[in-house]
């Protein structure tokens, strides 16, 4: 394992991949917001997990979005690579080639839309982690999915060497605290799910992979720092009722559309979002803005 991936705790941001209004990744846009998360405070990045976009990535600029932000932190930060995909022998490609480009980690959701068995899940992740020697955390998002993945089969999974860590974007504390106990320290637990992410973390979650992080760097790592580092349950609390109200906006419609609206409208990229997604509708445009502004983001 590397020194970076034994480093994996608070506020990690699953940044967004900036696009021209063709759909053409900015890459120019891209080394400057990795810059930007680094001198904020950010602690780690996740390139190309679901608000980057990987669904409509080609798998050659799915590995070169990889390989530019792991050039332009160059090592300052730990850098995992978003490598899931519904087919196992996908993942596993795409899994090899992060590790070949330097990746610190690899985070692997699990298996969209066809809806494998929890002993399909367990022997999906396996098949991974034997074949391609990186440390890799599981990501567990059903309502993004439409599978779950069981807190014995994350248990199960935990035996193996290099499985590191598993991001529970299920948002309900007591499972999420209920996984942190039944695993006794064995992998890393990181909350997925803004809103409720401080309480995670001071149930003993590492962190947090988090949206909110791509336009409010600076108050999540503090609010992890917090959470993670000080068990501040007072001091964590009143950081994230300062950004409360941006995490509830910021999923107004299907990630990463509203996400990607509030750091163009933070001046840091352009407008591109790639179909079947679209840009922000109207009708959300202003309590988003005044969510931001209210929270000191934007003026």
Known sequence: MTQQAQT??????????????????????????????????????????????????????????????????????????????????????????????????????????NKPTQEGLFQHFKAIAEAV??????????????VDMLNETVVRLADIANIVGVKDATGDIARGSELIKALDGKI????????????????????????????????MSELCASAVNHGDAAEAEAINNKVANVHNNLFCESNPIPVKWAVHEMGLIGTGIRLPLTPLAQQYREPLRNALKAAGIIQ
Do not use: C
Not at 57 to 80: C, D, F, G
Not at 96 to 113: F, I, M, N, S
Not at 190 to 214: F, P, R
């Open 8 to 113: 994996i705790q608070g506020s990690i941001v699953a940044l967004v991949t900036p696009m021209f209004e063709d759909g053409s990744v900015d890459w120019k846009s891209l080394e400057k917001l990795v810059e930007w998360h680094i001198h904020q405070g950010t602690n780690g990045i996740v390139a190309v997990g679901t608000t980057g976009e990987p669904s409509t990535l080609s798998m050659e600029e799915h590995t070169q979005v990889i390989k530019e932000i792991i050039r332009v932190a160059n090592k300052r930060i730990p850098i995992i690579a978003g490598t899931g995909a519904n087919s196992t022998r996908e993942a596993i490609e795409l899994t090899q080639a992060a590790k070949e480009l330097g990746a610190d980690a690899a985070l692997l959701v699990t298996p969209y839309y």
């Open 133 to 146: 020697e990186l440390p890799q955390i599981l990501y567990n998002v059903p309502g993004r999915t439409g």
């Open 188 to 219: 890393a637990v990181y909350s997925g799910d803004d809103e409720t992410a401080w309480q995670l973390m001071l149930a003993g979650a590492k962190g947090n992979i988090s949206v909110t992080a791509n336009v409010a760097p600076k108050i």
